[in-house]
């Protein structure tokens, strides 16, 4: 997993106006915690952000005035109206070696067997621990040959190595479902033979 440097500015102006002036000027408001420190309040350069966040689980090395900081996000809230734009960021400060809880998502390859088959995704993301520098982007599962009824459970998907589950073996990731056809209404009977 590859880092990605980001130059940080504390902030010490908080509160809906201090954010809006920020966002005018292309920054982004955030807050960085963890390990027992008190919660730092910073601007990011907003696109610089955008494109770090496009990988999940980014690990980010911060400069904070000067001072060098790992984090990772914790939670992004994103504009709801506009499609790009940030609203604030929750960065977690982990250090190399520690092992963090997050949620990779989940890839599927290869085609269920032939029929009327939909794949659900139970859970779109799977819970997982990994080293902070190790963290996987995504794991991927075979769906290749799977019929109706039959399910892919977090224990069935391969991990990589020094990833373990955060979640419970026999919990449900993928399962497949026989499509409902709908049946063609049946003529009245009553109708037909007035017809005849």
């Known amino acids: 997993m590859s880092e990605v440097k980001i130059t940080a500015e504390t902030r010490t102006e908080f509160g809906k106006g201090a954010a809006r002036r920020l966002r005018r000027a ?5 807050v960085v915690y963890g390990h027992g420190s008190e919660p730092v309040h910073i601007s990011l350069p907003h696109h610089d952000t955008l494109m770090a966040l ?16 790992l984090v990772i996000p914790k939670a992004v809230q994103r504009d709801a109206l506009r499609i790009g734009i940030l609203e ?10 520690e092992k963090v809880t997050v949620e ?14 939909l794949l659900e995704h139970v859970l779109n993301t799977l819970p997982v621990e990994a080293e902070a520098t190790h963290i996987p982007e995504s794991v991927t599962v075979s769906v290749a040959g799977l019929d109706a009824g039959a399910s892919v459970l977090a224990k069935d998907i391969p991990l990589p190595s020094g990833t373990t589950l955060a979640v419970e073996d026999d919990a449900v ?11 063609a209404p ?6 037909d033979a007035a017809e005849a």
């Open 104 to 117: 990779v998502p989940v890839h599927t390859e290869g085609d269920l067997a032939p029929g009327n088959n």
């Open 173 to 183: 990731v993928l399962q497949v479902l026989a499509a409902q056809v709908e049946e």
């Open 88 to 97: 604030h960021v929750d960065l977690l400060i982990v250090k190399r070696g």
């Open 26 to 30: 292309d920054k982004l408001p955030a």
């Open 186 to 191: 049946a003529e009245d009977a009553e109708g």
């Open 54 to 69: 496009k990988t999940s689980n980014v690990l980010i090395n911060l400069d904070i005035d000067g001072r060098s900081e």
